[in-house]
């Protein structure tokens, strides 16, 4: 008992600093017109996505394993927002990952077809926010008809558990792949004989772009 609460006490501190750290990086891009960017734009949906999902955790830890109430969800009440706790924190963890996603597809698009062609936020934006939201609501109605017990934390049917985690799973595949083909791009282009010192300096930087926060989120 001891040591589930200080894993408790150590969880509710931790996003509660990531939440505020994340909080603060928004306002501070948001406060400068200068970052107003495609890139930056797409941190800050990345940031955002993991406010939720820190917010999404604090919640679901209040309504599922506070001591003065129990996990039977015994009232009509509790019963709907521990339900509701539940879907929002599946939805921002899968929101996570998604978001990760598009920041190796932005890069490697850049790498690609730089200045030729770009994709547009709001497709970002659908990628991010709106794949996330169809597996969730699938993860809702197999919920309801196959195993609408207690507070859905219970996951004896393998299958609502396979729509949040399997496209979770393709995500990083598919960011792993990116990850790759990023790596042998910017070496064949850092290597070329044709690519000058300030080409050198903006291939760093996307390096740094896509490294970075990967590394300081995660």
């Known amino acids: ?50 406010m939720l999902r820190a917010m999404a955790v604090l919640t679901k830890d209040v309504l599922l394993f ?14 709907v927002g521990c339900k509701a706790s ?3 924190f599946n939805y921002f963890i899968m929101a996570n990952f998604f978001w990760l996603l598009v920041e190796g597809l932005y890069l490697h698009m850049l790498l690609l077809v730089i200045h030729t062609y770009s ?19 699938a993860w809702i109605i197999s919920r309801v008809n196959l195993e609408d017990t207690s507070c859905w934390e219970i996951n004896d049917n393998p299958v609502p558990d396979r729509l949040i985690n399997w496209p979770i799973m393709a995500s990083i595949t598919i960011n ?35 490294f970075i926060p990967k590394l300081g989120l995660i």
């Open 119 to 137: 994709i547009r936020l709001s497709i970002y934006m659908v990628i991010g926010w709106g794949v996330p939201f169809v597996f969730t609501m």
């Open 86 to 88: 539940l879907v929002f």
């Open 176 to 210: 792993f792949l990116l990850f790759i083909s990023i790596i042998r791009i910017l070496v064949q282009k850092l290597r070329s004989s044709d690519v000058g010192g300030n080409d050198q300096s903006q291939y760093r930087c996307c390096e740094k772009s896509y």
């Open 1 to 50: 008992l001891v040591f589930y609460k200080v894993v408790q006490i150590l969880s509710t501190l931790g996003h509660s600093l990531s939440l505020v750290s994340l909080l603060t990086s928004t306002v501070i891009i948001c406060s400068f017109r200068r970052l107003h960017c495609m890139r930056n734009y797409i941190h800050l949906n990345l940031f955002v996505s993991f």
């Open 66 to 79: 506070s001591e003065d109430q129990t996990t039977d969800c015994s009232t009509q009440l509790s019963l």
